[in-house]
């Protein structure tokens, strides 16, 4: 019962915040978001090289003043808290974890049911997995969003690094990786060249970091 209230005074307060401004403004940048993503892949080079271009007049004082790898490392920080504060504030947690502790408790009655062999039980839970699908529906619609503002800013920002590790000064740069030793950034590893390892590396540490200073997440124990 006390779900189910929750669920109703959670919808209704989303009900009310449809169509606002700030959701107005959040899907103008999830189409942004979505649509630099499709021109940078689709459209050809040069729109690449010129976003490249502009991003490193912004990017350029990070990058003058130390070392490209630091450089990758502060302008990860900074991407991850401004993702990391829009999925706070633009996604409803409570939600998630409500569905992810139902979707938890579902999986192990079901097993239970389909092992005992009991198939009024696994009737019920059929139709009980039709009501639970809209939530899920509603939950992945929050997921969504967030990633607008992330696409915006992200896509720029590694078409940058790639344009900029391609310039003839900068292509024999190299990095000491653990257990690897002196290599250059742009070489390939497992498909992907070290300087975009590099950065999932350090987005995989700051986000976790950043996530529990934040207090950012779902909390199902």
């Known amino acids: 019962m006390s779900d189910n209230t929750a669920e109703k005074k959670g919808g209704g307060t989303k009900a ?5 401004p700030i959701d107005t403004i959040q899907n103008i940048i999830l189409v942004l978001g979505f649509g630099l993503l499709l021109g940078s892949i689709l459209l050809p080079p040069a729109f690449r090289d010129t976003m490249s271009a502009i991003v490193n007049i912004i990017v350029s004082p990070i990058n ?17 808290v401004f ?10 947690w409570e939600l998630s974890r409500r ?3 139902k979707n938890r408790a579902f999986q192990k009655e079901y097993r239970e049911a389909q092992l005992s062999g009991d198939k009024k039980r696994l009737k019920k839970l059929e ?3 039709l009501s639970m699908m809209e939530e899920q529906a509603e939950m992945s619609k929050q997921q969504l969003k967030p990633m607008g503002f992330i696409v915006f800013v992200s896509i720029p ?7 900029w590790l391609m310039q003839p000064a900068q292509a024999g740069m190299t990095m000491v990786f653990p257990l690897i030793g002196t290599v250059r950034l742009v070489d390939g590893f497992l498909l992907f060249p070290y300087w975009v390892w590099w950065s999932l590396l350090c987005s995989l540490a700051v986000s ?14």
Do not use: C, H
């Not at 920002?157 to 344009?163: D, R, T």
């Open 208 to 221: 976790s970091v950043v996530r529990k200073a934040l207090n950012t997440g779902v909390v199902t124990s």
């Open 99 to 101: 569905v992810m502790l």
């Open 157 to 163: 920002l590694f078409w940058w690094a790639y344009w």
């Open 64 to 80: 003058s003043t130390m070392p490209f790898y630091i450089a990758v490392l502060i302008i990860v920080i900074i991407v991850t």
């Open 16 to 20: 009310r915040k449809k169509g606002g």
């Open 83 to 92: 993702s990391t504060i829009i999925q706070k504030y633009t996604m409803d």
């Open 127 to 129: 139709e009980e997995r």
